[in-house]
């Protein structure tokens, strides 16, 4: 086990293809989103409290009615192959052993049903929005099946931004890999290597429906018992309207810094996606997460949890399902550190009054 995030980054970055990381490590057009995360995290600061019983911590805490080791889970990744033969398969397994949740892309490389048979812990399924909706269905219909207890649907998508890195790889998925849960002519494109072109974007284009609005959640949510979760909300107006559409939790993410370049980093827009959703559904943090105390930090600002996703990938690339379980178990060890320094014993202890936000002496519970 190796003690620090950046210790596994440097070791799957020394591991895998150069392609490859550049599609798991690169951002989309300037890359300033890249570090928009984790300068907004650096810049807030605990307040810890004094004298508080802390001799027993307990980090667990509840997610959509399903219980967690701590608040921590993995955000939805495509292709979890191109990082360790056993993909999703070992992730899921982690996942398990650390009390995780694991969100599974609709884009994995294996099937739904081998994760869902590894898995231990709960599974969600994030999905795109195709402009076949019969594949969403039937995905949907397997999900359930299989025992996944929520949907993800991503919102900051109606196409691949360009990502320049994998434009000048002439990215594809390699030969042996594919998103092995959706049709075969429908990722077709995602295949094609073209010089200064990234497969990727290009499938996007022919394949992701850019006309859903709002009044579409209607149909998905008409054919599941599911709960929908939105991933990649980052303002308060869409928060209210989520709520008012329906759905049980949001995901304030800014997709790796891999969509909408320019934008605010997503623990920038926690706030104020927490006040307007006002506790009408859960809120997820993903985005910049590298410590335990950024998990103090995301649950000071009223999260429920928090998603990592590179680091995952990290863990995988370095020595599959083991390392990912480290991944996990090094957080929540920080974490639970945090939370016996701060004087916060448990996650309801942790409020806006535990951290200072640039501008002001501190947030008002």
């Known amino acids: 086990m190796l003690l620090t995030l950046d210790a596994y980054e440097a070791a799957a970055k020394e591991r895998l293809p150069g392609p490859v990381w550049d599609f798991f490590a690169g951002g989309s057009g300037t890359e300033s989103m890249l570090s928009a995360g984790r300068a907004a995290l650096d810049r807030i600061r605990l307040r810890p409290r004094c004298l508080v019983d802390v ?16 608040p921590l889970g993995i955000a939805p990744m495509a292709y979890h192959q191109l990082a360790h033969p056993e ?59 299989a025992g996944f207890r929520a949907l993800v649907l ?7 931004a360009f990502r320049p890195r994998d434009a ?17 002519d429908v990722m077709a494109a995602s295949h094609g290597s073209k010089d200064g072109e990234s497969a990727i974007a ?47 939790g949001l995901v304030v ?3 790796g810094g891999r969509q909408l370049d320019f934008s605010r980093g997503a623990p920038d827009a926690l706030a104020e996606v927490v006040d307007a959703a006002a506790g ?29 996703g590179r680091p995952a990938l990290w863990g995988l690339a370095h020595s599959g399902a083991a390392g990912v379980a480290d991944v996990l178990r090094l957080l929540m060890g920080e974490f639970e550190e945090v939370m016996a320094l701060m004087g916060a014993p448990t996650v309801a202890d942790f409020e806006r009054s535990g951290v200072v936000v640039p501008g002001c002496v501190h947030v008002d519970a």
């Open 55 to 70: 001799s027993r911590c307990d980090p667990r805490t509840e997610l959509l009615g399903v219980g967690l080791a701590a």
């Open 280 to 308: 009408r559904c859960a809120v997820v943090l993903d985005g910049g997460v590298r410590h335990g105390a950024d998990i103090a930090k995301a649950l000071c600002l009223g999260a429920d949890a928090v998603m990592i």
């Open 202 to 248: 290009r499938h996007s284009r022919e394949q992701f429906d850019a006309s859903i609005t709002w009044e579409d959640l209607d149909w998905l949510r008409g054919i599941t018992s599911l709960p929908l979760v939105l991933k990649g909300v980052v303002t308060g107006e869409d928060a209210d309207l989520a709520v008012k559409y329906g759905v049980s």
């Open 168 to 184: 000048a790889n002439g990215f594809a998925v390699p030969p042996g890999i594919r998103a092995v849960n959706v049709a075969h």
């Open 154 to 160: 991503t919102v900051d998508a109606p196409r691949v």
């Open 87 to 145: 993909g999703e398969v070992a992730t899921a397994r982690a996942a398990g052993e650390a009390g995780s949740l694991f969100t599974v892309s609709m884009f994995a490389s294996r099937t739904l049903e081998d994760i869902a048979a590894a898995a231990t812990g709960p599974l969600w399924l994030q999905l795109y929005w195709l402009k076949r909706r019969g594949l969403l269905a039937d995905l949907v219909r397997r999900a359930e099946a």
């Open 253 to 255: 993410s800014n997709h």
